[in-house]
């Protein structure tokens, strides 16, 4: 959607390498312009604001820093409006060059679930990581995992991205680090090579709605308003979605296992299954006959396709920071551009991965306005950065230990996470 702080001295191992650095802003004493997140200060608030720094090395080419801005707590009243802060900034820092593992994203047991950045971070072995796609949250209560937007792991697309303008998304090569992000555009379909008949894919791995006007017909085929198509994988959840409409499972060569005329089967893995509601009903039973043809096609917003290979992940974010340096944000008035938690993720010029949480909504860290998160990433070097999911879901996790606090109070269940392997990628 759109956590309780762990001391360093916790997280810390044999070998690690802490400093702490203070550091008063306004008074000359750091380097001007954008550089790494350990050089320049945040240029939030007031420019006499005292600001201070924690620096701790995780492991080779991994740093976490801990940066305050602000020493006084904010009168509850003023969190939206003051210029003394204080702000709390957690960023964790990989060096490709360096480092000796690998960045991935990860959900739990299974899509549609969700699981605490903590959880996530423990479960996949990982050294470090951060909350990351916006999922449905409290829009489904069955499946509150569901990620609204793109969703690549492993190679496999398992959301497809929404085309709304400002989804933006961060695609990571997990065999060599390397980190882009941009627009996505996704298409599906299903071919019957015997009729020549083809059926355009809407969605992958979300619930079909049924139209409201055929809401009470138990047999969809008899409804004459379009619905919808949607391809359903083993990964979703234990079962797919339940409810009128009809179902189609496909083993692994795309042929026909199974029709059936209302919606909701366990599937094997291998196999696929394709729901249709309202009129699409009709046309799907009538393409999805014997063995189809399935395709699937992600483009990049050059319109190059991405190649989806074992090591390529991807999550969802919304709006870029920074684009070649510059701050591209745009401007809003809603309670999405106010001050909230924010997590950030990003890459510096010289080609360092940089995940960064702002805690936020609290007396002890206000939090930043989608315009003051792209200032905060532009002075933590980011050539390039986007917005990913925030709020009450702003969390990075060490070791399995929370390092940040969350806004409501305690940890909340996420749909994914970006998380950072302390060990070569294996495919």
């Known amino acids: 959607m759109i956590s309780q702080t762990s001391p360093l001295s916790r997280l810390r191992r044999p070998g690690a390498v802490v400093a702490a650095i203070a550091v008063t802003v306004g008074l000359g004493l750091l380097p001007a312009g954008p550089a790494t997140a350990g050089t320049t200060s945040l240029p939030l608030g007031d420019t006499d604001l005292a600001e201070s720094r924690t620096v701790e090395t995780l492991a080779r080419g991994v740093t976490l820093t801990r940066i305050v801005r602000g ?45 605490k ?18 999922f449905t949250f409290t829009a489904s209560a069955e499946y509150p995992g569901d990620p609204v ?16 303008p400002a989804e933006v998304n ?49 047999d969809q085929t008899q409804c004459a308003l379009p619905g919808d198509v949607v391809r359903f994988t083993p990964e979703f959840a234990a079962a797919t979605p339940s409810g ?34 309202g009129a699409d009903t009709n046309n799907l039973l009538s393409v999805v006959k ?55 993720a990003g890459t510096t010029r010289d080609g360092r991965i940089v995940l960064a949480t702002v805690d936020g909504r609290m007396t002890s860290s206000v939090g930043t306005t989608m315009g003051e998160t792209a200032v905060v990433a532009q002075a933590l070097g980011l050539r390039d950065a ?6 009450g879901s702003t969390a990075m996790s060490v070791g399995g230990t929370l390092v940040n ?23």
């Not at 008949?197 to 809401?215: D, I, K, Q, S």
Request: hydrophobic share 40%.
């Open 71 to 115: 020493t006084e707590p904010a009168p509850a009243d003023q969190i939206n409006t003051t210029t003394r802060g204080p702000w709390v900034v957690n960023v964790l820092t990989i060096d490709p060059k360096k480092a000796r593992g690998h960045l991935k994203a990860t959900y739990g047991p299974d899509l549609a679930g969700v699981e």
């Open 117 to 134: 950045t903590t959880d996530l971070v423990r479960s996949a072995g990982a050294l470090a990581g951060v909350n990351a796609s916006f």
């Open 149 to 164: 937007g793109l969703g690549v792991f492993g190679g496999k697309l398992l959301s497809e991205p929404t085309g709304d």
């Open 170 to 218: 961060l695609v990571v090569d997990a065999t060599s680090n390397k980190v882009v992000m941009g627009q996505t555009r996704w298409t599906g379909s299903v071919r019957n090579a015997r009729t020549g008949a083809t059926l355009p894919l809407e969605f992958v791995n979300h619930p079909p709605v049924v139209p409201a006007g055929c809401a009470a017909l138990t």
């Open 244 to 277: 009128a409409g009809v179902e189609v499972v496909l083993d692994r060569n795309g042929c026909v296992v199974r029709t059936s005329a209302v919606r909701g089967t366990a599937l094997a893995q291998g196999q696929v299954s394709l729901q249709a509601t």
């Open 290 to 344: 014997g063995c189809v043809e399935q395709t699937s096609a992600l483009t990049n917003e050059r319109g190059e396709r991405v190649a989806l290979r074992p090591g390529l992940f991807a999550v969802n974010g919304r709006y870029r920071l920074t684009a070649a340096g510059e701050i591209v944000v745009p401007e809003g008035s809603d309670s999405f551009f106010a001050r909230n938690p924010r997590t950030i």
């Open 386 to 391: 986007i917005n990913l999911d925030g709020g």
């Open 405 to 427: 606090r969350p806004s409501g109070g305690t940890e909340r269940a996420v749909g994914d996470a970006l998380v950072f392997v302390d060990s070569r990628f294996r495919r």
